[in-house]
């Protein structure tokens, strides 16, 4: 019986753990050859963060969608930036762009809120997660 209850809990921690990194779930990504930008990167030490995107990227009232780092920045005001997971909450679609002030899921027509990665329209029901990025000047990095 100890048993029992103690898989259980093992399951939810799993179950937790998937829902936090749950970005390898859409199977249906295009795999389209596409360049990184730039190409002058010093060899510099790594920081801790990754290199994303300019604020200059990301419009004012929307978005962009980084499709390798499974990742949508948004601009709601200027010089207010926000990140979200690019996995849609539904069932695990990679949302495709920014639309209207919208992030939108193609799969089923989710749309997501730049504000705040909350649900606009369904059928998802749950927010995009945010996802950590800090501003530097004009430099965005993911973490
Ligand atoms: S997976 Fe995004 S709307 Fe269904």
Redesign the pocket.
């Given at each position: 019986m100890g048993d029992t209850t103690r898989r259980r809990t093992v399951l939810a921690a799993g179950a937790a753990a998937l829902a936090g990194t749950a970005l390898t779930a859409c199977g249906s990504e295009d795999k389209a050859g596409t360049q990184a930008e730039g190409g002058s990167t010093p060899q510099a030490a790594a920081p801790a963060e990754q290199a994303l995107a300019k604020t200059a990227d990301i419009p004012v009232g929307g978005g962009k969608v980084f499709k390798d780092e499974k990742v949508v920045v948004t601009q709601p005001k200027a010089g207010e930036f926000k990140a979200y997971s690019a996995v849609?909450t539904?069932?695990?679609?990679a949302?495709t762009g920014v639309k209207d002030g919208k992030i939108v899921?193609p799969?089923?027509?989710?749309f997501f809120k730049v504000e705040d990665g909350s649900v606009a329209s369904g059928?998802?029901t749950r927010p995009l997660p945010a996802a950590k990025i800090t501003v530097t000047g004009d430099q965005i990095a993911l973490g």
């Open positions: 849609c539904h069932q695990g679609c949302v899921c799969c089923h027509q989710s059928p998802a």
